[in-house]
């Protein structure tokens, strides 16, 4: 009885110092927000409400817009056992220790279990292999949450076992709700007070439909409120709560992405001022540097290759002065490697070149090696000789490298920018001369 009085004063305690996003977690479906597509009265996950309805689930979609909070509520309405764990700090022991707990509530007091398992794209796909047996008997629920693209991040298997459900970016409308919500409710989790008009709409237009990140934002407010001794929350006053959210940054959900593709596209079209932006605000928000300094490397040869061979070696010094020097130093070689790629002559030339390979491959899947190009080691009797081409006026003989049947292979297509003019001239005189060579023996 002492223990239960304890646990229940502690699970008190710790509710209270809970963020408030999570003091106000909805309790029914009926009070979520959003997602009207799957929570409405002909919705799939109204559905899973009823008894013995829910089924094992995927939830994918950006942060704070629900995922969490549903998957408590379903396995409310079925008054299942719920074990919630984050894949970012869960191995396999755990899903295990939680597999055979399940089986044990089910023998004892004949009820089932969810498990929640967080950001479950972090499961490498052998572990995620581990889920698939507890699913399929029963053991358990699984309610898995991501904020990337399952088919991409998730195991077929998995994915044949589960529902995937969608969860939508809020929209302003819908996080200014939450927001007047949560005021209604201030003297639970502040006091009395007043806000300006205009306040929770400058919130919703910054959050990008993160209602957990909103009401963050506004606990804070009324933290900084507190500490300035007022009771009005003023949009001055969420000026000074911006300047810590100033560079928000979800480092691994579609923000990530979208900051990302911004920066890579920012170099290849050649906008030194826009790429630098979008590297600060990446830097700023906490991503590793150590992803900007392979992007770097990979559109180094991506975008520019050949017509600037010089941006490869550029992109790698900065990448190994990251690693010599560390942040913050290592902005200075990072940023001058950004403005070196964005104002290099572009050419995709190589990316093209491997399309073309692959058609080659498909087309001559096993072509054989010309006799004059073997190994002569370990067969003595080649008859054909092999010509040196350094013994050769300009080092250059027009002998063909591939199988007659392949004499018109061309695979490498050199662009008309910067240095690949230079290359372009010289490898049209060769092959010209291969090919008259290829024509007239």
């Not at 052998?126 to 889920?131: G, Y």
């Not at 007070?193 to 919130?203: M, Q, T």
């Not at 054909?384 to 300009?394: E, L, N, Q, T």
Request: net charge negative; aromatic share 8%; charged share 25%.
């Amino acid at each position: 009885m002492a223990d239960d009085l304890f646990s229940a004063l502690g699970d008190e305690r710790r509710q209270e110092a809970a963020p408030l996003a999570s003091r106000l977690r909805p309790q029914r479906l009926e009070e979520v927000i959003g997602q009207e597509h799957v929570i409405g009265p002909k919705g799939l996950l109204t559905a899973m409400t009823r008894p013995n309805a829910l089924r094992s689930s995927i939830f994918f979609g950006p942060p704070g817009t629900g995922k969490t909070t549903v998957a408590e509520i379903l396995a409310r309405a079925q008054g299942s056992h719920y074990v919630a764990l984050s894949a970012v700090a869960t191995g396999i022991a755990d899903v295990r220790k939680v597999a055979e707990q399940a089986r044990d509530r089910w023998g004892l007091e004949g009820r089932g279990t969810v498990l929640f398992l967080d950001e479950i794209h972090r499961f490498s796909k052998s572990q995620q292999d581990v889920l698939l047996p507890y699913i399929e008997d029963g053991t358990f629920v699984l309610l898995g949450a991501t904020t990337e693209n399952p088919w991409v991040s998730l195991n077929n298997a998995l994915l044949s076992r589960c529902l995937l459900i969608e969860f939508r970016p809020l929209s302003p409308d819908h996080v200014v709700a939450i927001l007047e919500r949560a005021w209604a409710r201030r003297r639970q989790w502040w006091h009395e007070g007043v806000v300006d008009p205009g306040v929770f709409a400058a919130i919703a237009r910054r959050v990008q439909g993160d209602a957990r990140l909103a009401l963050t934002i506004l606990e804070r407010a009324t933290l900084l409120a507190d500490s300035m001794k007022t009771e009005h929350l003023s949009e001055t006053l969420l000026a000074r709560v911006w300047e810590d959210f100033a560079h928000y940054y979800d480092a691994s959900g579609d923000y990530h992405y979208d900051l990302a593709s911004a920066f890579i596209k920012s170099i290849r079209g050649s906008d030194p001022d826009a790429a630098l932006y979008w590297m600060g605000r990446m830097l700023a928000g906490g991503e590793d540097p150590r992803f900007i300094a392979r992007r770097l490397l990979v559109h180094a040869a991506e975008d520019i290759g050949l017509a600037d061979p010089r941006a490869l070696l550029i992109a790698h010094a900065a990448a190994g002065a990251l690693e010599a020097v560390g942040m913050p130093e290592a902005r200075i070689p990072l940023a001058e490697a950004v403005i070196y790629l964005a104002t290099a002559p572009k050419s995709h030339s190589v990316v093209q070149s491997l399309a073309q390979l692959d058609e080659a491959l498909r087309r001559w899947p096993d072509a054989p090696v010309p006799e004059e190009l073997r190994d002569r080691h370990y067969n003595p009797r080649i008859q054909k000789p092999y010509r040196y081409p350094h013994d050769a006026p300009g080092h250059f003989l027009p002998d063909l490298h591939l199988p007659p049947e392949m004499a018109a292979c061309e695979l490498y297509q050199p662009s008309d920018q910067g240095e690949e003019v230079i290359l372009r001239e010289r490898l049209i005189r060769w092959r010209e001369e291969r090919q008259k060579a290829y024509r007239d023996p």
